[in-house]
């Protein structure tokens, strides 16, 4: 069966968040919802859910799962808000539990913080499924660009997170904690040996000059133009042009607020003792 897929835009992030529906059923699922964060005033606000929101209850959608591809560092997640919302259950990776452990260590993030996924409603392994109406989700675990790393193939849909960009664009980096080119590279692989027509949807799209901004491609265009894992691309050169890559590129802006909210399913910190949330940012005298 194929689903009813429409896509959203964040601009500010260049990040696509989707919902894929069974409208026979009237059931639906949010991948990868935004929630607004502005760094300089710490702000934050839910435009970008509020239009997933109209759009559900327009269609008379029941929100049944909000799945994550992993702990993003360069968008906050909306998935809390959708969740309270509108219902359904939060669901990602089982992969999260390292990446808590990780970061709790980085940003002492203090006793309280716990490292085994309850943030979230679901932890997810390779090989399960999940129903959204008459629709089957299939769990492909895509390690590589961080340990939790998922993609969903739902009908002839695979939502691959950030482990492939467009053609033109190229693949995830792998210097974050955790992750590891030559993982990522196996993970592609995978994914590159569905059916060449499988549908695939990008979560960034950072086009080169004279594309407009994409969110659809194909595994059969994926293998015959990735520019650094199209067929022919062995592992080791993967790596070495990997390696190349992630050494010249910069950490991402959000990196910090991001984890901080995302290993929480998208909650924000405990307020302290004035009732405000705060965010670390952990300094560093080697600039």
Known sequence: ???????????PTSTWSYVVADPDAGDAAVIDPVMDFDAASGGTAFTAADEIVAHLRERRL????????????????????????LGGRIAIGAGICRVQQT????????NDFAIDGSQFDRLLTDGERLAVGNLS????????????GLSYLIGDALFVG????????GT????????????LYDSIRRLLSLPDETRMFMLHDYPPSGREIACETTVGAQRAHNIHVRDGVNREEFVALRKRRDATLPVPKLLYPAL?????????????????AYLKLPLKTDL
């Open 62 to 85: 029941s929100l049944r799962w909000i799945l994550e591809t992993h702990a993003h560092a360069d968008h906050l997640t909306a998935a809390a808000y959708l969740r309270d919302a």
């Open 260 to 276: 901080q909210i995302n290993l929480r399913g998208g909650r924000l910190p405990p307020p302290e003792a004035n009732g405000v």
């Open 172 to 183: 995830a980096r792998c210097d974050f904690p955790g992750g590891d080119a030559a993982t």
């Open 162 to 169: 950030d482990t492939l960009f467009m053609p033109d664009v």
């Open 103 to 110: 970061f709790k260590r980085l940003l002492n993030l203090g």
């Open 137 to 148: 989700v299939e769990i492909i675990a895509t390690p590589g660009h961080t340990s939790d």
């Open 1 to 11: 069966m194929a689903p009813e897929i429409e896509a959203f835009l964040h601009k």
